[in-house]
């Protein structure tokens, strides 16, 4: 009996095998008919352009599709009703970035057999915008290999199955779209965090932009910026912003895509797959800085190691600190808790940094913890262990942080209490440390953390103008047009207080202001959306309603 079950199986996993292996049937792409263009949107140098000629700018909102939760098929896909067109134009918008998981069109275990489902799905959304006169951008958010934004999609770039079976998904999607003017253009891979550098990005971006010319000369192609690096990173690139370099498009209809989340840890505060969760922050903060190119060069010890064991609350740091490098703009007050082991804890309170402009002999307070000291820190752990919280007792203001459990190099940096450094001063940062269980060996101190780049810049609305620009800038030396792919506030940064809706004003002033197309992420999900329900279709009941009144009124504005 066993023998006859073991004989089946094999016979099913050979059958299965062998159909994932079979050469893929080539899709008869000969023969194709001369394309009308004359509703299309085109690229024309640094500006994007109606079907008439005239400039065309872009208010996008993205559809995301559930593509993170990796759907098998569009039957019975519930994320949006076609009657949402309407809605959203009535809020002001004129386009849809529409992401896309690639499962919807193909599986795994039959690679190159396309299911015409997914693709009759994009038609009645097609069809749906076309009513309302909203246009859509196709945007690949899952790509075979894996989601790339959060850096766990390496076997796109490790596998180059994957890669091929992308490139000839692309050519599928063109070859079936090339005459369509509701569709702008196509976006071949959200958030690229290729492996071994951009050389590997820009290779795979132009396989897919060849491949997408042998069937459709007409439809944009969005070349998207890397959103980080795993290798390779150097001062070139950095220099031009990431974007990919060493790619041509035979059709000329090329635009480089960017997306803006800044400052990170407002736009992202208590999402819970970030640093940021458990951390809130407000717009604007005239004490908050931030580096432009910023990048970590140096540190100074601002106090003695601590002992191991355990130790009760006690003052700590308050060694002198006179920085000598001209290139050193920023500090950063950090507590490092190197090793502390699996049982350890640290706890820090009461922090203060001050400047003395006569060598140490009398100081000046320029930064305190405020009552609650959980804003403006990050946690980093080299070897991803341990913990970062904040507790509420026994704290000597009424709050304290804790780290926790590392088993490696940790710290944690007060990026509120960041300094500006000023040639010939002297700097002092104490606070009180308490500790439980201590490994021997271990690093407890306070530092000053030291860092350089571009120029610093505090957390108001020229920040942002500064970042947009330098975008806009890369894009005019290219002769390319610039598309605001994604931009976006987490939901608790619209809390009483907290700036959200001055921070959208702003971002929407400054993209208008400069003729920038633009989208913002995202129309349903709990987390970004506006509205609020996470599955489902968008509830009406659940829109987050002066985020929607803010659309409203400055996107039908005759400004706009």
């Known amino acids: 009996m066993k023998r006859t079950l073991y004989a089946a199986l094999g016979a099913a996993l050979f059958a299965l095998a062998s159909c994932a292996s079979e050469p893929p049937a080539v899709p008869d792409y000969s023969a194709l008919p001369p394309v009308d263009t004359s509703f299309f949107v085109q690229t024309d140098g640094t500006r994007f352009r109606a079907p008439d000629g ?9 559809f995301g599709n559930a593509v993170w939760s990796n759907p ?19 809020m002001g ?15 795994d275990n039959r690679p190159y057999r396309y299911k015409q489902s997914g693709f009759d799905w994009i038609d009645r959304n097609i069809e749906a915008a076309r009513a309302e006169g909203i246009r859509l951008i196709l945007n690949m958010h899952y790509p075979q290999g894996g989601f790339q934004s959060n850096g766990n999609g390496d076997a796109l770039w490790t596998n180059r199955a994957n890669q091929d079976r992308l490139v000839a998904l692309w050519k599928e999607i063109a070859f079936r779209y090339r005459a369509e003017p509701v569709i702008i253009g196509y976006g071949p891979v959200n958030e690229p965090v290729p492996v071994h550098g951009m050389n590997e990005w820009e290779a795979l971006l132009q396989r897919i932009i060849d491949a997408i010319r042998e069937v459709d000369s007409h439809h944009i192609i969005f070349a998207e910026r890397a959103i980080w690096l795993k290798n390779g990173h150097t001062d070139e690139i950095r220099s031009n912003l990431e974007f990919p370099q060493n790619i041509t498009d035979p059709a000329g ?3 480089l895509e960017f997306h803006f989340y800044d400052p990170m840890p407002f736009t992202h505060q208590n999402t819970s797959w970030t640093s940021y969760n458990g951390l809130n922050a407000s717009w604007p903060d005239e004490n908050r800085l931030d580096l432009r190119g910023g990048r970590w060069a140096s540190f100074a010890e601002a106090g003695q190691n601590m002992e191991n064991g355990t130790f009760d609350w006690r003052e700590a740091g ?32 009461r922090i203060v940094v001050e400047e003395s402009a006569d060598n140490g002999e009398t100081f000046t307070t320029v930064k305190e913890t405020p009552g609650n000291t ?16 904040l507790s509420r007792p026994d704290a000597v203001t009424g709050n304290r942080l804790s780290v926790s459990g590392t088993t490696g190099d940790a710290n944690i940096t007060w990026r509120q209490g960041g300094i500006f450094l000023e040639k010939g001063k002297t700097y002092r940062f104490s606070a009180r440390l308490k500790g439980r269980n201590i490994a021997k060996d271990a690093t407890v101190r306070l530092r000053l953390d030291f860092y350089t780049g571009e120029a610093v810049r505090v957390w108001n609305r020229a920040y942002l103008e500064d970042l947009v620009d330098s975008y806009v800038e890369h894009a005019q030396k290219r002769n390319l047009p610039l598309y605001l792919g994604e931009f976006g506030l987490a939901a608790d940064a619209f809390e009483e207080g907290r700036g959200g809706l001055q921070w959208i004003e702003e971002m929407l002033d400054i993209l208008v202001s400069r003729n920038i197309t633009y989208n913002y992420h995202t129309w349903r999900e709990s987390a970004f959306g506006i509205f609020r329900n996470n599955v489902g279709y968008a509830d009406p009941a659940q829109a987050f309603k002066p985020l929607v009144e803010t659309f409203t009124r400055l996107q039908n504005s005759e400004e706009n």
């Open 54 to 62: 005239s400039p065309w700018v872009g208010r996008g909102v993205a």
């Open 72 to 90: 098998q098929s569009a039957a019975d896909f519930q994320h949006h009703r076609m009657s949402d067109y309407k809605v959203l134009k009535e």
């Open 93 to 107: 918008f004129n386009s849809v970035r529409f992401y896309i998981n690639y499962a919807l069109f193909e599986s």
């Open 253 to 255: 209809q090329l635009a």
């Open 318 to 349: 308050g060694t002198l600190v006179r920085p000598d490098r001209d290139e050193w703009l920023v500090a950063y007050p950090v507590l490092q808790a190197h090793s502390i082991g699996t049982r350890g804890s640290v706890w820090i309170d």
């Open 374 to 389: 959980e804003n403006g820190w990050d946690f980093w752990s080299n070897d991803k262990s341990g913990a970062f919280s």
